[in-house]
């Protein structure tokens, strides 16, 4: 009986390493606000980093203008994200361990490599599933810890690509009809 519950409680616990959901916050990039939704995973315990990917973002008001390039935003969405991932993944922790011991919380951002575009009637949404994942991500990992005034990330590159990124190289015009969607396109990632 005993070798059963042993048995049992190692199912649980390599079963239970890592927590998935979704969730879906704002960011401010080109002086305009994104609605961002986002894939995540928790890792439980230390044997795993926590894992996040942005799956789509669109202008949460598509009457703002901005200066940026459709790769800047990205890249800038990208960026405010990799920063400090727990303000946004909250259900993952709710803290940084301290930089002056030995922890450190470590992610995993994963980018897309391509994406594309559709048109749902009121915005231009940038998205990456189902349509564009196959052609492959690019993989960055980060740790993070609290010094007392502010989180520090440490890159520990290098970023890692995998797939073909066979998909067009210049980011094509917006769609205009209701349910029009372009091909996929090459984004700005870190391995790029």
């Known amino acids: 009986m005993g070798g059963v519950i042993l048995l049992l409680a190692m199912f649980v616990m390599f079963n239970s390493e890592v927590r998935a959901a979704s969730t879906t916050f704002s960011v401010i990039s080109g002086g305009c606000e994104y609605t961002v939704v986002a894939d995540y995973e928790c890792s439980i315990t230390a ?67 391509c994406m594309y575009k559709y048109y749902d009637g009121t915005n231009i949404v940038y998205e990456v599933h189902p349509k564009c994942y196959d052609e492959g991500v690019c993989t960055s990992k980060y740790e993070y810890c609290f010094n007392g005034q502010v989180v520090e990330k440490v890159f520990l590159g290098p970023s890692i690509e995998t797939g073909n990124g066979n998909c067009l190289s210049t980011i094509p015009p917006d769609p205009t009809a209701i349910g029009d969607e372009t091909a996929c396109f090459t984004v700005f990632t870190n391995c790029n």
């Open 47 to 113: 044997l795993t980093s926590s894992t996040y990917m942005v799956t789509t973002y669109y202008l949460s008001d598509p009457s703002c203008t901005t200066t940026l390039s459709e790769d800047d935003i990205a890249n800038s969405i990208s960026n405010k994200i990799s920063d400090d991932p727990t303000r946004y993944f909250l259900a993952c922790n709710s803290y940084y361990p301290p930089c002056s011991g030995q922890d450190r919380d470590t992610w995993i951002q994963v980018e897309a490599r």
